[in-house]
């Protein structure tokens, strides 16, 4: 009998157990943790020589045992393959691969918005507008929203081919995009929302956010803004050490940052530097359901320090330490080992069986009997109960604009980029252009001859909405998706909510 080797997954799994059990006991293997391995090692020999089919070891180890190995921890703790491990590396550099173009997806639909300068987007051709109908020979019509997301993702990785439908053209282009890297920005939106008013949009925190942030701030004016709102919805947050950085920039020297403490892990605290020179203008922070971690720990300490106000609706709640462990064959592994913890005591981690927004609803142990704080009577500096059970809770609750049916389907459509596209090849749009009545009634007949016929009430109803949604995608193809976004931030609930916030006590 031939024996095939043993696979090479198998040191990474050793190397993962070992790491795992030495995280768990504070000690090295003892003699039950090495009989327990001796029993998978003698299952692996039986099945690599009597299985009747081969068997992808690569499959077995990285998306089956090893993953297994993890899922009795937590639902954070996660193995990274060789490629999740390389996009690892990337999101923390801030480089990543792409094309080049703003793109705006839609149930089996993919409309170009923008094509940035000098990349490979540009120099194919593409332009807004242009609708990409297939890649690498993936018909998007036949494909589920969450479908078309992970395509276009895996489609980064090399040279892709695209069918792309341009406006008026019956003739289809075939385009070769290669993709290359690109340099980032998490700081993606900088702008005067009002005159002497800041808006600093940060979607991450990585290596050069603190840099561009503070660099933002002086684009805006630096100490002579009157105000500033800092937009952390969907951040899912990232490198402490650049949250650290950022609330430092509104925090007087000394104040207590973030403490983190764990059964392994002394506790620690980080402080603001003692020669820290702060911003002093009012801030407003937004937040919303899938603002997590680092953002978080921003959030709450300016909340603890009664620095901002904070807007929005109540944050994830994922206050975990975790550090990245380097395995072999390009392998790692994130383990939780302790705790944050802002100023005023609370623990930023919700129970697990609350955390919904990144689907860790399937995690297999019921982890709510744990909860991190046993007090509850929780004060800001000046005083104010400010509520613990994990997560930031808003000063000021703002729910997000609700859809009625009729927006729905105008949304769900893509009637509003559709329409977009069409308007704009007949018309010039500049800086400060408004939506005239006549667009109204060509929107109109539009939707009418898609067979979308709402009622007159209905209609008018929704026709602040209307004109807010056609002014921002007509913006974002003819002059740019910054300026679309501009508009769009200007109908925006939350953010309106937080600019009149600014120069009120906080609540």
């Known amino acids: 009998m031939r024996h095939r080797p043993v696979p090479r997954p198998f040191a990474i799994l050793i190397s993962c157990a070992i790491l795992c059990a030495s995280v768990l006991n504070g000690a090295d293997l003892g003699k039950d943790d090495a009989r327990d391995m001796k029993r998978f090692i003698d299952v692996l020999e039986i099945l690599n020589q009597n299985v009747a089919d081969p068997v992808d070891f690569d499959q077995a180890f990285y998306q089956g045992a090893i993953p297994g190995l993890l899922r009795h921890l937590d639902p954070h703790t996660v193995f990274f393959d060789p490629g999740q491990y390389e996009q690892l590396r990337q999101m923390e550099s801030s480089t990543r691969k792409g094309f080049g173009t703003v793109v705006s997806i839609l149930p089996g639909r993919v409309v170009v918005l923008q094509a940035l300068p000098n990349t490979p987007s540009e120099r194919a051709g593409m332009s807004p507008g242009d609708e990409i109908l297939a890649v690498n020979g993936y018909r998007l019509d036949r494909l589920e929203f969450d479908q078309i997301i992970e395509l276009l993702n895996v489609s980064k990785q090399k040279a892709a081919q695209l069918v792309v439908r341009r406006p008026d053209n019956a003739r289809l282009l075939e385009l070769t995009l290669t993709p290359e890297d690109m340099q980032s920005s998490s700081v993606d939106r900088i702008f005067e929302i009002k005159p002497g008013i800041g808006f600093i949009r940060a979607t991450g925190f990585e290596e050069k956010t603190a840099g561009q942030f503070r660099q933002a701030i002086e684009t805006l004016g630096g100490n002579k803004l009157k105000g500033l709102v800092i937009d952390l919805r969907n951040n899912p947050g990232g490198l402490v050490e650049a949250a650290l950085d950022i609330a430092s920039a509104f925090l007087k020297p000394h104040d207590l940052i973030l403490s983190a403490k764990g059964r392994n892990v002394p506790e620690t605290f980080q402080r603001v530097p003692d020669d820290n020179k702060p911003y002093t203008f009012p801030i407003a922070v937004i937040v919303n359901a899938k603002t997590a971690s680092a953002a978080e720990i921003v959030s709450g300490a300016l909340q603890d320090h009664d620095r ?62 744990t909860h991190p704080n046993d007090r509850t009577d929780f004060k800001t500096d000046n005083g104010r109960p400010v509520p613990g059970g994990g997560g930031i809770v808003p000063d000021i609750q703002v729910a997000p604009r609700g859809l009625t049916d009729f927006t729905s389907v105008l949304e769900n459509s893509g ?78 609930a939350q953010v309106q909510k937080a600019l009149e916030a600014l120069f009120k006590p906080i609540p």
């Open 415 to 492: 009637s509003f980029t559709s329409f977009a596209t069409e308007y704009i090849r007949d018309h010039k749009i500049v800086a400060g252009w408004e939506v005239p009545s006549q667009a109204f009634d060509q929107f109109q007949q539009w939707l009418n001859q898609r067979n979308i016929q709402p009622s007159l009430r209905e209609w008018f109803s929704a026709h602040d909405f209307v004109e807010a949604r056609l002014k921002t995608e007509i913006y974002n193809q003819a002059l740019g998706v910054d300026r679309g976004d501009e508009v769009e931030l200007q109908n925006d």
């Open 308 to 369: 901002a106000v904070i807007v929005g609706e109540s944050s994830f709640g994922k206050g975990l330490v975790q550090s990245v462990f380097p395995l072999s064959e390009n392998t790692g592994i994130a383990l939780t080992t302790a705790l944050y913890y802002i100023p005023s005591g609370r623990s930023i981690q919700k129970t697990f069986s609350s955390q919904r927004a990144f689907g860790t609803e399937n995690f297999e142990l019921d982890a709510t009997a």
